[in-house]
């Protein structure tokens, strides 16, 4: 007997892999912002210290990770939230779509800003 | 003593409506709430509502009092009246029959999903299959629901997707019968798990500990779920 229930719209197709995938984001995300944080009350804030900060590999590397964190945390969070208060497929897909391509948009945006491409 | 009803009977009332009635308690008594509404019902046996045991035994009477699910059999007058009002709601979130009456019936669909009955594969012996008191031990805190529906029907999460996500009541099943050492397909029951919705729509919002009436955990069991499926995965 079969009595699991399909999706098709969720980043992992299973709940432990969606489940999975935000704890590990919210981790990375904390990382980062505790790290921005103290570099922001340990340095001086200026136009050097910050483009020298960006200029390194590790770092870029590691903002990429934040970015990627922050698209795959946040379509969990918001498939979550819309499969749970718009009960209509059209309008539940267009929102969805949205929030993807919104997330698309920052990820390669973000690329572009890293590599200054 | 005011109690606020909630009346609806679909064959006379086009929509529900609150009915305001004055109750008279007697002095020095402290009440359950069923024994108010049996008083209501004395004067006026078109109110209808659930109730069989009286004694928190069978589940019947769950139903919402001044805001909080519980049983009105074992919940005293004194722990949910305020400002000397009471207002009594059907379980939230489920069709209602009429007055307090509420169709369990999506309720008890989730609960058949779980496959709440011990499955083995290996021949019956001929008296019993034995546990030791340790793998029995593990099953307290998780048979003695009653399937009221008081946990699952405070539960944002059920209300919002009551056809996918099985709920508090039917997750704690399901882990009773996964923490089985008799039962031999857990394997079978953590694959029909594993979507999105069937047990990882519990937000751990926790209303189903805050109003469960045996004082039972669904959420802790929501939790040894997932780490069970998390184990499978991994």
Redesign the interface.
């Known amino acids: 007997?079969?009595?699991?229930?399909?999706?098709v719209t969720?980043l992992?197709r299973?709940?432990?892999?969606?489940?999975?995938i935000q704890r590990v984001t919210a981790y990375v995300l904390a990382l980062y912002t505790i790290f921005l944080f103290g570099f922001m009350l340990t340095s001086d804030v200026n136009y050097e210290t910050w483009s020298g900060l960006f200029d390194q590999t590790w770092f870029r590397i590691f903002t990429l990770l934040a970015l990627l964190s922050i698209g795959a945390h946040a379509w969990v969070g918001l498939?979550?939230v819309t499969?749970?208060?718009i009960k209509a497929t059209l309008p539940r897909f267009l929102v969805q779509a949205l929030c993807g391509l919104t997330m698309f948009v920052y990820v390669v945006w973000g690329i572009q800003i890293l590599w200054g491409l | 003593m005011l109690v606020s009803l909630y009346r609806y009977n679909p064959e006379t009332d086009n929509a529900p409506y609150m009915q305001d009635v004055e109750v008279e308690v007697p002095e020095g008594k402290d009440l359950m709430v069923l024994d108010v509404l049996n008083l209501i019902k004395e004067r006026d046996p078109s109110m209808a509502y659930r109730r069989s045991c009286r004694e928190g035994v069978c589940g019947s009477d769950g139903m919402n009092m001044n805001g909080k699910n519980g049983l009105a059999c074992i919940t005293p007058m004194s722990e949910v009246v305020k400002d000397n009002k009471l207002v009594l709601r059907p379980l939230p979130g489920l069709p209602v029959i009429r007055d307090l009456v509420v169709d369990m019936s999506l309720f008890y669909k989730q609960y058949e999903?779980?496959?709440p009955y011990l499955l083995n594969d290996n021949p019956a012996p001929a008296i019993e299959r034995y546990q030791s008191p340790e793998d029995r031990e593990k099953l307290d805190g998780l048979y003695e629901c009653i399937l009221c529906a008081c946990c699952s029907t405070a539960c944002p999460?059920f209300w919002?997707?009551p056809e996918?996500f099985i709920g508090p009541a039917g997750l704690l099943q399901a882990y009773r019968f996964l923490a089985d050492s008799r039962d031999t397909a857990q394997a079978e029951r953590l694959?029909?798990?594993?979507?999105?919705?069937?047990?990882?729509?519990c937000?751990g919002i926790m209303n189903c500990v805050s109003v469960c009436p045996k004082g039972l955990n669904p959420t802790r069991a929501i939790g040894h779920i997932?780490n069970l499926?998390?184990q499978?995965?991994?």
């Open positions: 007997m079969v009595n699991s229930v399909d999706s969720n992992g299973s709940g432990v892999f969606d489940w999975m498939w979550t499969t749970d208060y | 999903k779980v496959m999460s919002w997707n996918k694959a029909n798990l594993d979507d999105p919705f069937s047990v990882f729509r937000r997932r499926l998390l499978r995965a991994t």
